[in-house]
């Protein structure tokens, strides 16, 4: 589809004739005779661009630009102005043009500047298009059945408020990232985002962050900060006793009191995230069972990246066009039988290693075209799997049904193999057997 040019000028024959040639150029063109006409009709058209006269007789191209940037400020406009309106043509310039061209002017410079205006304006909107999907779903990126049902758990976490979500997985499955998600869905990018590693300090320390302190420097907690937005607590089987009946405290009464005695009511999301079976910690001792029951009350099992493998080829090119941004070099591209290797390898260290990977290829060989012979040896020494046996097929159908049920049931498996007709210590066994912690 062609682009659309409005021309706003008061000389009607150089008006009609910019018309004529940017028609032969292969543009459509549309033409108003005056300042405040041509206003209407790019508020009406919403053109590609617009060509603007600054002066015009009663309505100025100045107050049309103006005018334009408040009501569309994506819309590129050219100004075109006199010899002596060199002046006018500069303000129009601070207040958004994005060029000026003195008449009279070489028509192939017109046709030039168009074309270089119009393919920087689509680039611009692809940027933005892009970024506005990075801020919806946060690098929640894959089609596999686990990844598809995430982000469609946390969208309804969002919607509904709940108040605290459990994050389960293995070490670099992203479980920061879907905290982060779930933040900007249920709060917004302008409300806190506050995180803290449970397992970094020491529990007077962790509680005295969590809280804050007293004494001669005084400082504010982490929960007081979040207030409005999320706190995120990484790792959070790591908290002692005390840290944990006081989080409890809070769950259960909204308000959190200081050292000063004053009593704080801060709203916010909280996000916990645990490497390890949380159950099993209450079992044995270390994890208050009452705050367990609290914290899973919205469960989120993450899959490891080996149980996904689909999602390979589409991580490691949005990891590629981030990193090269971010490090100002050309994106590596992965050949097919890179992308064969990398769809086979088991990715331990799950996103984080294949990221981690992305990033090294990007610097030392940004640009290139990655081959299965360029990649780390231990990818490189895993054989390649061979073709998904119909057995492989079942066992990939029946896993993705007890998860989907597992995440209906919130976790709680008694209700989760009611779901699937069969018995709770089937269940267990269906699970051992499919290797679901």
Same mark, same amino acid.
């Given at each position: 589809? &062609?682009?659309?040019?409005?021309?706003?000028?008061?000389?009607?024959?150089?008006?009609?004739?910019? @018309?004529?040639?940017?028609?032969?150029?292969?543009?459509?063109?549309?033409?108003?005779?005056?300042?405040? $006409?041509?206003?209407? =009709?790019?508020?009406?058209?919403?053109?590609? =661009?617009?060509?603007? %006269?600054?002066?015009?007789?009663?309505?100025?191209?100045?107050?049309?630009?103006?005018?334009?940037? +408040?009501?569309?400020?994506?819309?590129?406009?050219?100004?075109?102005? @006199?010899?002596?309106?060199?002046?006018?043509?500069?303000?129009?310039?601070?207040?958004?043009? $994005?060029?000026?061209?003195?008449?009279?002017?070489?028509?192939?410079?017109?046709?030039?500047?168009?074309?270089?205006?119009?393919?920087?304006?689509?680039?611009?909107?692809?940027?933005?298009?892009?970024?506005?999907? !990075?801020?919806?779903?946060?690098?929640?990126?894959?089609?596999?059945?686990?990844?598809?049902?995430?982000?469609?758990?946390?969208?309804?976490?969002?919607?509904?408020?709940?108040?605290?979500?459990?994050?389960?997985?293995?070490?670099?499955?992203?479980?920061?990232?879907? @905290?982060? /998600?779930?933040?900007?869905?249920?709060?917004?990018?302008?409300?806190?985002?506050?995180?803290?590693?449970?397992?970094?300090? &020491?529990?007077?320390?962790?509680?005295?962050?969590?809280?804050?302190?007293?004494?001669?420097?005084?400082?504010?907690?982490? $929960?007081?900060?979040?207030?409005?937005?999320?706190?995120?607590?990484?790792?959070?089987?790591?908290?002692?006793?005390?840290?944990?009946? !006081?989080?409890?405290?809070?769950?259960?009464?909204?308000?959190?009191?200081?050292?000063?005695?004053?009593?704080?009511?801060? &709203?916010?999301?909280? $996000?916990?995230?645990?490497?390890?079976?949380?159950?099993?910690?209450? @079992?044995?001792?270390?994890?208050? &069972? /009452?705050?367990?029951? !609290?914290?899973?009350?919205?469960?989120?099992?993450?899959?490891?990246?080996?149980?996904?493998?689909? %999602? #390979?080829? =589409?991580?490691?090119?949005?990891?590629?066009?981030?990193?090269?941004?971010?490090?100002?070099?050309?994106?590596?591209?992965?050949?097919?039988?890179?992308?064969?290797?990398?769809?086979?390898?088991?990715?331990?260290?799950?996103?984080?290693?294949?990221?981690?990977? #992305?990033?090294?290829?990007?610097?030392?060989?940004?640009?290139?075209?990655?081959?299965?012979?360029?990649?780390? %040896?231990?990818?490189?020494?895993?054989? =390649?799997?061979?073709?998904?046996?119909?057995?492989?097929?079942?066992?990939?159908?029946?896993?993705?049904?007890?998860?989907?049920?597992?995440?209906? +049931?919130?976790?709680?498996?008694?209700?989760?193999?009611?779901?699937?007709?069969?018995?709770?210590?089937?269940?267990?066994?269906?699970?051992?057997?499919? %290797?679901?912690?």
């Amino acid at each position: 589809m &062609s682009a659309r040019i409005l021309i706003i000028d008061d000389e009607i024959k150089l008006t009609r004739s910019l @018309a004529f040639a940017l028609r032969q150029a292969g543009y459509e063109c549309l033409e108003s005779h005056g300042g405040a $006409v041509g206003h209407k =009709l790019a508020l009406k058209e919403k053109p590609d =661009l617009v060509l603007l %006269d600054v002066r015009m007789p009663g309505v100025s191209g100045i107050e049309v630009l103006r005018s334009l940037k +408040a009501e569309l400020p994506a819309l590129p406009v050219i100004v075109m102005s @006199a010899l002596d309106a060199t002046q006018d043509a500069v303000k129009a310039v601070k207040l958004g043009a $994005v060029d000026y061209l003195g008449k009279p002017f070489d028509m192939d410079d017109l046709l030039a500047l168009i074309e270089t205006t119009l393919s920087e304006t689509a680039t611009l909107h692809e940027q933005q298009f892009f970024n506005e999907r !990075r801020v919806e779903d946060a690098s929640l990126l894959g089609n596999s059945p686990p990844m598809r049902q995430l982000r469609e758990q946390v969208g309804r976490a969002a919607e509904t408020g709940v108040p605290c979500i459990l994050l389960q997985g293995e070490i670099g499955v992203g479980k920061a990232v879907v @905290a982060r /998600d779930f933040h900007l869905r249920a709060s917004g990018a302008e409300a806190p985002f506050v995180e803290i590693n449970c397992a970094t300090q &020491s529990g007077a320390q962790i509680e005295a962050a969590l809280f804050g302190e007293g004494g001669d420097l005084p400082r504010r907690g982490l $929960v007081e900060a979040a207030d409005g937005g999320t706190l995120f607590l990484h790792e959070i089987e790591a908290l002692g006793p005390t840290a944990q009946a !006081r989080i409890m405290a809070f769950l259960d009464s909204g308000t959190i009191r200081l050292e000063t005695g004053a009593v704080l009511a801060p &709203s916010l999301s909280l $996000v916990v995230a645990s490497n390890k079976d949380l159950q099993a910690c209450v @079992a044995a001792g270390t994890f208050r &069972s /009452d705050l367990y029951l !609290r914290l899973a009350m919205f469960p989120l099992l993450m899959a490891p990246l080996r149980d996904r493998l689909e %999602d #390979v080829e =589409l991580l490691c090119q949005s990891f590629a066009r981030d990193l090269a941004r971010t490090t100002g070099q050309k994106p590596v591209r992965f050949s097919k039988s890179a992308l064969k290797r990398l769809s086979a390898y088991d990715w331990p260290g799950n996103v984080r290693e294949l990221k981690n990977m #992305v990033e090294r290829l990007t610097i030392l060989r940004p640009g290139a075209l990655i081959e299965d012979t360029a990649l780390p %040896d231990e990818i490189q020494r895993q054989h =390649l799997r061979s073709p998904e046996t119909i057995e492989d097929k079942v066992r990939s159908i029946e896993r993705d049904l007890v998860l989907e049920a597992l995440q209906k +049931a919130r976790g709680r498996k008694g209700v989760a193999a009611d779901h699937l007709g069969i018995s709770r210590h089937a269940l267990k066994r269906k699970m051992q057997r499919l %290797d679901l912690s």
